[in-house]
């Protein structure tokens, strides 16, 4: 078939995630007017608890769920004046009493793409039975997911539906994470974000609709390079923590992956480095902060091969547009990373597709004799004792 990522057969088992990645751009616009229209009762939950000086805001989920929280931090903590926290399920689960240490009031805000995964309602239970007082905004892409439906009727908790499309069938999260992350941001910032999801729309579509990215992101791969990293500073460092495992997934774990900061990465992550690597650097919209970015995107360069280094980036003053290593986030000059972030992740989704598919895996399910599953599996839930 024929589709924006270039020529794939019906046998290449993409029908999927090729489907979800393009479809973001319409969700986007879908979650915007999801969140205007749900916005009455967001405004009888949220307020009164963002009043309250000693209100801690937790961001919670798992894999891609707990990166939606790490790309939001900073810019909500910024945005609200006060403690914002990305804490893993995961972690929260396997370490309650620390990860809740302090029994002050809070707010829970989980993501979840099905809302079936074991670690989902065991976070939201376990913060119940730890702290004095919590109140749950739950977001979430399954209506019937045990996640939404136990939280559905309960007096301290709001669940925010996305729309039902962006319930993947791929293996990997792609649309979820986006609606999710974007559907937050709305719900929290407020009248901030007025307009944004066109934008990032439109920046969506003129990178998801380009025959010319499909081939700048085969030229990316056509080393065949073993690793890939992923950089980026602030709400982007978590853009490039899903980016990683966005590439880890979908090629079943045969392209190394690592991300980090544009500073942290000479702090020994930079050992991972050899001259079968490809490094994408994602620029900051904030101008003090791109100075960073830039720098190392500079060393990289006078480290690697000709053509190993590419930034992702929407400043025209970010040095390194004009060139065959700069991909446009076109229109969006001077929005917050945070938001940037969204359309900015479809690139790596298309690098891990392309991947997938070079490698002849199938991107839908890179897993198939199981040992790693769309809906996590395995986990037994112990029972907590104070």
Request: glycine residues 8%.
């Amino acid at each position: 078939m024929t589709t924006p990522f270039g020529t794939l057969s019906s046998d290449d088992g993409a029908a999927h995630t090729v489907r979800e990645i393009a479809q973001q751009p319409a969700l986007w616009r879908e979650v915007d007017k999801i969140v205007a229209a749900s916005r009455d009762s967001l405004d009888a939950f949220l307020p009164p608890l963002l009043a309250r000086g000693d209100l801690r805001v937790v961001l919670t989920g798992a894999g891609t769920s707990a990166f939606a929280g790490q790309v939001l931090q900073p810019a909500l903590a910024r945005r609200l004046g006060r403690r914002v926290d990305a804490v893993a399920t995961t972690d929260l689960v396997a370490d309650p009493h620390g990860c809740l240490a302090e029994d002050v009031p809070t707010l829970l805000v989980s993501f979840a793409r099905s809302g079936d995964s074991p670690e989902s309602v065991a976070a939201t239970a376990l913060a119940d039975q730890v702290l004095t007082e919590v109140h749950h905004l739950v977001i979430t892409c399954h209506e019937q997911g045990r996640l939404a439906r136990e939280h559905a009727k309960l007096p301290k908790s709001h669940v925010l539906l996305m729309p039902p499309e962006s319930n993947d069938h791929g293996f990997a999260m792609t649309s979820s994470f986006t609606c999710m992350t974007l559907a937050a941001l709305l719900a929290l910032g407020g009248s901030a974000y007025d307009g944004v999801a066109e934008r990032l729309a439109r920046a969506a579509e003129s990178i998801t609709g380009s025959s010319a990215v499909d081939r700048t992101v085969g030229a990316l791969l056509e080393s065949a390079p073993e690793r890939i990293v992923f950089l980026g500073s602030g709400p982007l460092k978590g853009l490039a923590e899903e980016s990683a495992l966005k590439v880890l997934e979908l090629t079943g774990g045969t392209l190394m992956a690592v991300a980090e900061s544009a500073l942290g990465f000479r702090h020994g992550p930079k050992a991972v480095l050899n001259d079968r690597s490809v490094v994408v650097v994602y620029m900051s919209n904030d101008p003090y902060t791109r100075k960073y970015d830039q720098d190392i995107y500079a060393e990289l360069c006078g480290n690697l091969p000709a053509g190993s280094v590419v930034t992702v980036s929407a400043d025209s003053g970010a040095g390194t547009e004009g060139t065959d290593a700069a991909w446009p986030l076109p229109g969006l000059d001077g929005v917050e990373d945070v938001a940037l972030a969204l359309s900015a992740v479809v690139y790596a989704q298309l690098i891990a597709l392309r991947a997938s598919l070079a490698r002849g895996l199938r991107p839908d399910n890179p897993f198939p004799s199981g040992e790693i599953n769309r809906v996590v599996q395995g986990v037994t839930l112990h029972s907590l004792h104070h």
